[in-house]
């Protein structure tokens, strides 16, 4: 089992910039995909992106495709999502998550969920 706490979140202008950190306890975290999802007020969950057990592949949902970048850090037991160019479409609570079999972009293949951090983009 792994526990996962998300951090970083924030109010920004449009255009600037937030790096969210999903830092992981419990069994070793390099056995485990992350995805990274957000919501925003009256809308289902949607997938941002992921990353693989080694970060050698990634993928992102076409809406933040060459603004945002995952990336994961095995020994600190953390992974990272690097927010460029933000807009306020952006708005939303952020959450990692992962699970040990492969990386999805669908929240119902992750089993272990971060609570979730608020991003506010002003216009």
């Known amino acids: 089992q792994v526990h996962l706490v998300e951090s970083g979140g924030g109010l920004v202008q449009a255009g600037g910039s937030l790096r969210l950190s999903c830092t992981a306890s419990?069994?070793?975290?390099?056995?485990?995909?992350v995805g990274w999802f957000r919501q925003a007020p009256g809308k289902e969950r949607e997938f941002v992106g992921h990353v693989d057990w080694n970060a050698d592949y990634t993928d992102y949902a076409d809406s933040v495709k060459g603004r945002f970048t995952i990336s994961r850090d095995n020994a600190k037991k953390m992974a990272y999502l690097e927010m460029n160019s933000l807009k306020p479409e952006d708005t939303a609570v952020y959450y990692c998550a992962a699970n040990l079999r492969s990386v999805s972009r669908t929240n119902t293949a992750y089993d272990y969920w971060g609570q979730g951090t608020q991003v506010t983009v002003s216009s």
């Open positions: 419990g069994r070793t975290f390099s056995s485990y995909v």
